[in-house]
């Protein structure tokens, strides 16, 4: 599937770049010669507007501007380099990288704006221009120490859950053992009507009412997600615990963080972590969606 998008992207840009003035010297280079009626889109490549363009997007490459854009410069992963004569219309959006004018006074509109975040650039670039990296990152040092900060914070927040809220946390893990199927595809299904809901938003509401529409959204997923992760990682720390341990040596503490160490090895897997967040994601808002009395789920 991966590889497909990337041939559709790379035929639409075979085509797009028939149809307006473009070069590319070498396999990190696109040269814009007139494209004053296109937004330009580059996935891993630097862009060099030696001309005209109507906007540029950029993933993982510098944009330098040596001739005009009218609209908008942004970069995700590299920096925006203005050329001494170059002019830039609209506003320049910076997410790991830098803005580097290389006149005092760069030709730019008075009310556009410039939005820049330097932090993380070669991991930015480095992850645009070798995606398969997200689905298989490489062990290190710091690899390690996030896993175990991430144990930490899971331990904290499933411990305090459990203290604060014990039935709800409860009845979510038995709703979870009743109906498995059910539980993962209400949520499966709500994430997609959800993510279809914002994109509709989106093009079609205007900016403010989306933006608070995308806004509740993401909130009211990532409350879903850290209730769902703690009846999953309490469900399974208790099963590994009545297999493995004593009935004695049992205790709810030792179950969570059995099920924390669980949870956080199985999404550190290559490529299995994106089957396994798909699946918590989905069993996640199952169970908030789902909550509601036992009885009805004691009869399935």
């Known amino acids: 599937m991966f590889w497909g998008i990337i041939f559709i992207f790379s035929t639409a840009f075979t085509i797009y770049a028939q149809a307006v003035s473009i070069n590319q010297p070498d396999d990190k280079t696109?040269?814009?010669?007139?494209?004053?009626?296109?937004?330009?889109?580059?996935?891993?490549?630097?862009?060099?507007?030696?001309?005209?363009?109507?906007?540029?997007?950029?993933?993982?490459?510098?944009?330098?501007?040596?001739g005009k854009i009218d609209g908008d410069v942004a970069t995700i992963g590299g920096s925006v380099i203005q050329k001494e004569a170059a002019f830039i219309g609209g506003d320049v959006i910076i997410f790991g990288g830098s803005y580097r004018p290389e006149s005092s006074n760069p030709l730019r509109n008075s009310d556009k704006e410039t939005v820049m975040y330097a932090g993380y650039e070669e991991e930015l670039r480095n992850l645009t221009q070798n995606p398969t990296q997200l689905f298989s990152p490489g062990f290190s040092w710091a690899f390690l120490a996030q896993r175990l900060l991430s144990i930490l914070f899971w331990f904290i927040i499933s411990l305090a859950f459990t203290t604060l809220a014990p039935g709800a946390v409860s009845r979510a893990i038995s709703r979870f053992r009743l109906s498995t199927l059910k539980v993962i595809a209400i949520g499966f299904s709500a994430f997609l009507v959800a993510t279809l809901g914002v994109i509709a938003c989106l093009s079609f509401l205007p900016n403010y009412v989306s933006a608070i529409v995308s806004l509740m959204a993401f909130v009211l997923l990532m409350l879903s997600y850290v209730f769902g992760r703690v009846a999953l990682q309490l469900s399974i720390g208790k099963q590994l615990q009545k297999r493995f341990l004593a009935e004695d040596k049992q205790s709810e503490t030792l179950a969570i963080l059995i099920g924390v160490l669980a949870w956080t090895i199985l999404l550190s897997i290559p490529y299995l972590w994106t089957l396994a967040l798909i699946a918590l994601l989905s069993a996640s808002l199952g169970l908030v969606l789902t909550a509601r009395t036992t009885n009805g789920w004691q009869k399935v």
């Open 30 to 66: 696109i040269i814009i010669n007139d494209a004053k009626e296109s937004e330009v889109f580059s996935f891993g490549k630097n862009v060099v507007v030696k001309q005209h363009a109507k906007g540029v997007l950029a993933f993982g490459g510098d944009v330098i501007v040596e």
